[in-house]
C-alpha cells in the first residue's frame, strides 16, 4: 500500500515538473517571438527612413520611430537588446538631420572677408531657414540643451556675417583705391598652368630664333648650329605661331589639320604633344633658369639659360628651333598692357576655386540673357535655360524659384512615386576635354555651367574663338554643344 502511495506521488511530481517546465518554456518562446517581432518592426521603420528622399517623410518617420520606443518602454516586461536597437536606431536617423544642418551652418559661415554684401545676404537667407527648420525638427532630433544650443549658433552666425557686411564695403574701397594708385611693375614670368588654358599673357614679348638642328641624313644624326634658319615665333594673348603652325588652347594645327594637344608637367618644365598623326609635334616651354634636358650635349652656347625658351619639334627630319625671349621679360609699357588685358582675362585657376573675379561685370548671350559677376558671386537671369533665375556663390548655388519656405530645394516629383531635390546646392566640377564646369543635378538632366578662356571651343560649332566664353544650361548631352546664341560673352 506504501509503495503504490510513493509511487502516486512520484508520478504527480513529475507532472507538476513537465507543466512547470512546459510552461516556463511557452513562455520564453513567446517572449522571443515578441523580441523578434519588434525587432523586425524597427528594421522596418529603419528602411522606410532610408527609403524615403524628403527630409519632411525622414522627419516623420523619425517621428513614428520615436512614438513606438515610447509604447514599448511603457510596457512591463522589456527587452534590453529592444531597447538598444531603438535608441541606436533613433540616434542614427537624428544625426541625419544633425549632419545636415551643421553643413547647411558651415556652408554659410563667412570665411573669406572679401565677400560681396550680395552674398552675405543670401548665405544670411538661408541661415533663418535653417533656424526654421531646426525649429520645426525641435526635440524629435535634439535634446532641448542640443536644440538651444544650435538655435543660439545660427543666429550667433546671422550676427556674425551681417557685421561682416559693414567690414566688406570698408576694405573693398580701400583696394580698389590700392590697385588703382599702386600698380606693381615687375617682369612678366612664364606661367605654365596659364598656358595649358590657352593664355599666353606671360608668353608675350619679343622672341628670337637662337639655335636650330635637324637630321642631315649623312650618318651623323642631328646637328645644332647657332642662329636661324626657319620661320619667326609669333606670340599673342591666345595664339602662338610658327611659320603654318598654330597653337590654340589645346589644339596644334600644322596648316592642313587640326591635332589635339597632350601636356606634360615635367621637372620645372612644361610640354605639348601630338600623337595622332604621322608628323608629330614637340613643344617644350622652359622659363629662365630651368636648364634644356634631353637635347644633347652640343647644344650651342646661343641658348641661354637665363631667358625663357621655347622649343618646337617636329619628327619630319628631327627638326628643332630653339626660340628665346629677348630680355626674359616684356618692356613696361607691354606689362601694363599685358595687366589691363589680364584683368579682362578669364583666369580658369582662381574660378576653379570659386573666385570669378577675372570674370567682374556684364556677361550677356544670344538671346538677351546675362550674367553679373561680382568677385566671387555670379547672377544669372536664365541659368538653367528654363527662364529660371539663379545665383552661384563660390560653388553654391540658389534658384530662388526651386526653393522650399526654409530657402533650400524643395522636394519634386521624378518618376512614379519618387520625388528629389528640385537642385543640388552644392555644386559638383569636372573638367573634360580641358573645358572646366560647376554641374548640379537637374530633375532628368543636369545643370552645367562651363567657362571656356580665349582659344577654346569645346564642342560649340560656332562662336568667337578669341574672346572668353561662359555657357549655363540644363542638358542631358556635352555641357558645350550647344547653339551659338547661348554662349555669354562679356559686354562691359
Known sequence: MKRKVWIIIIIVL?????????????????????????????????????????????????????????????????????????QLAISKAQLYFKDQNKEVL???????????????????????????????????????????????????TIKANQQQATNTATSSSVETEQVTTQPEKKSIAMALDEIKTGNYQSLLGDWQEVAVSFNRHDGKGNIWESGSRGDGLTITANQIKNGPMTIIGNTLNDGTDSHKLTFGDKAGYLTADTNDAAVIWNVSFYPKGVALTNWGADVPTTVDENKDRLIIRTSNNNYIEVFQRDGGSTTQTTVDDEKSEIKQSMALDEVKVGNYKSLNGTWQNGMGNQITVKNETMQFTDITSNKEPGTITGQQLDIPGSDGPDGTPKEVSYIGDSTMKAYKQTLITEEYNGVFSLKSTLPGAMLCVSFLPKGMMGDLSGGDVNKDKIIAVGTQNSPTAVEADQVYYKIS
Not at 527609403?51 to 513606438?68: A, W, Y
Not at 525649429?135 to 550667433?156: F, S
Request: hydrophobic share 30%; proline share 1%; aromatic share 6%.
Open 14 to 86: 513529475l507532472v507538476i515538473i513537465g507543466c512547470t517546465w512546459g510552461y516556463t518554456s511557452f513562455q520564453k518562446q513567446h517572449k522571443e517571438a515578441q523580441i523578434t517581432k519588434q525587432l523586425n518592426t524597427i528594421q522596418t521603420e529603419v528602411k522606410a527612413f532610408n527609403r524615403v528622399k524628403s527630409d519632411s517623410q525622414k522627419l516623420t518617420t523619425l517621428k513614428r520611430m520615436l512614438t513606438s520606443a515610447d509604447h514599448y518602454h511603457q510596457k512591463a516586461n522589456q527587452s534590453t537588446k529592444v531597447n538598444q536597437t531603438y
Open 106 to 156: 558651415k556652408a554659410n559661415t563667412i570665411q573669406d572677408k572679401s565677400v560681396s554684401d550680395a552674398t552675405i545676404q543670401t548665405k544670411n537667407r538661408r541661415l533663418n531657414g535653417l533656424l526654421t527648420t531646426v525649429k520645426d525638427q525641435g526635440t524629435t532630433v535634439y535634446t532641448k540643451p542640443a536644440l538651444k544650443t544650435i538655435t543660439n549658433q545660427v543666429k550667433e
